[in-house]
């Protein structure tokens, strides 16, 4: 995570930064210096000075709702729409573009954002501006208690952060504890269609899914999302179907699926639709989320040892 600390009254934004007053006497440099050598040695020095936020992705949103922070928001990206708190954010932007002049009003003292989400452009220009502006990563599901917690350490939430925290991880491990080493489960989880897209093994909802005892039919894609076709559903042949996607969108993806009885899943009608917003956002609503979608891995697993005659034990 970049780490940039800015002093306010050095800002290029800053009513502040005139030629009127850029003479700073040389006892207040050194001061600014031995601020800057204590934050270099210690990153989160100045946490409680953040109050004014600005999230680029709905997820960091919600991550900051839960480290408690989410008071000091002051803007969001579209689609941040939980808690229901979040919806009354001013709205800068979405994926697609980001309103400078809406940022520049607002006069945020952290922004946060997504390494892989957001543009490289909008990032770059923020930066340009002088905005303190921190980029944040999930690719382990271990990583969502250590952002939440890293985010109640920049707010001043650090203990109710540290709380929220140790409850997700030991959600985490007794989920694994109880799932991961149960019969394996061959899934097809689906994110997207027309066309029809999946993801790898590396991302966090197959992630989600090994947890529970299940593997991924496409962990072996190269890259995190990718489409696929139907052929390739066949060959593999799947023995649970998964479907994310919008509610409204799901009873046609079941419609559709219903097509194809040949495909194992449908034929022993192991298909299922989730809340996408729980399983498609790394949040701590994922992890505590993730004891229905073992439950549902669960009745797959009985299903195909009743069939096989083999006892229904773990």
Not at 57 to 67: G, R
């Amino acid at each position: 995570m970049n780490l940039n600390f800015s002093p306010p009254y050095l800002n290029k934004r800053s009513p502040y930064f005139t030629q009127s007053n850029t003479k700073i006497s040389t006892s207040i440099v050194l001061l600014i210096l031995l601020a800057s050598l204590l934050l270099s040695n210690n990153s989160w020095a100045t946490s409680s000075s953040y109050q004014r936020i600005i999230s680029l992705a709905p997820h960091i949103t919600e991550m900051l709702y839960s480290a408690g922070a989410g008071d000091k928001i002051v803007g969001v990206v579209s689609y941040s729409d939980y808690p229901k708190e979040a919806l009354k954010k001013p709205i800068i932007g979405g994926y697609n573009a980001v309103n400078l002049e809406k940022i520049i009003q607002l006069n945020p003292d952290l922004i946060l954002g997504w390494q892989s989400g957001n543009r490289p452009q909008d990032i770059k220009r923020l930066k340009e501006l002088d905005f303190n502006v921190q980029l944040f990563e999930v690719t382990q599901l271990e990583d969502i208690p250590d952002r939440i917690e890293q985010l109640g350490q920049l707010t001043g939430n650090a203990e109710y952060a540290q709380t929220t925290a140790k409850q997700l991880r030991e959600t985490l491990n007794k989920i694994r504890q109880t799932y991961q080493h149960r019969t394996p489960v061959t899934t097809f989880y689906q994110i997207w269609h027309q066309p029809i897209i999946t993801m790898n093994g590396r991302q966090f909802i197959s992630q989600a899914i090994a947890a529970c005892g299940a593997q991924n039919s496409y962990e072996d894609l190269p890259k995190l999302t990718a489409t696929i076709g139907l052929e390739s559903l066949f060959k593999r042949n799947p023995q649970l179907f998964l479907l994310g996607g919008q509610a409204s969108f799901q009873k046609d993806w079941l419609k559709f699926w219903q097509q194809y009885p040949n495909l194992q899943a449908i034929k022993n009608q192991q298909i299922y639709t989730l809340k996408n917003d729980h399983y498609q956002r790394p949040t701590a609503r994922l992890i505590n989320a993730l004891e229905p979608l073992c439950k549902i891995v669960d009745q797959a697993r009985a299903h195909y040892k009743i069939k096989s005659g083999v006892s229904v034990k773990n």
